[in-house]
Nanobody
Framework: QVQLVESGGGVVQAGGSLRLTCAAS????????MAWFRQAPGKEREFVATIKWNGVMTTYGDSVKGRFTISRDNAKNIAYLQMNSLKPEDTAVYYCAAASWTTVPSTDSGQYRTWGQGTQVTVSS
């Protein structure tokens, strides 16, 4: 089973950028659809973005569309989330997740079997 570790979180001012990294080990990433979710204090987990195992299809949540970009490098077993024009409401713990390539990339967190431990992103106003 693949294991996931996120990194790249931190504190940034509104309007700034961060790039999150999700490093996989244990199994190759190229047979998994990948996704990013986030959870702010007191709120439910929210879909951010997903990318198909071969990178040809991406989907974004409405709140991040046009500002965030999900990508992957299967040769390096890494998925990325580039976050630009950050807003205070983007503050949350960000999680990467993996699902088998045999499934359709989903916005539903229940479709993902493997999760990282999360990385905190704080955007100050």
């Amino acid at each position: 089973q693949v294991q996931l570790v996120e990194s790249g979180g931190g504190v940034v001012q509104a309007g700034g950028s961060l790039r999150l990294t999700c490093a996989a080990s244990g199994r190759a990433l190229d047979n998994h659809n990948m996704a990013w979710f986030r959870q702010a204090p007191g709120k439910e987990r929210e879909f951010v973005a997903t990318i198909k195992w071969n990178g040809v299809m991406t989907t974004y949540g409405d709140s991040v569309k046009g500002r965030f970009t999900i990508s992957r490098d299967n040769a390096k077993n890494i998925a990325y989330l580039q976050m630009n024009s950050l807003k205070p409401e983007d503050t949350a713990v960000y999680y990467c997740a993996a699902a088998s390539w045999t499934t359709v990339p989903s916005t539903d967190s229940g479709q993902y079997r493997t999760w990282g431990q999360g990385t905190q992103v704080t955007v100050s106003s």
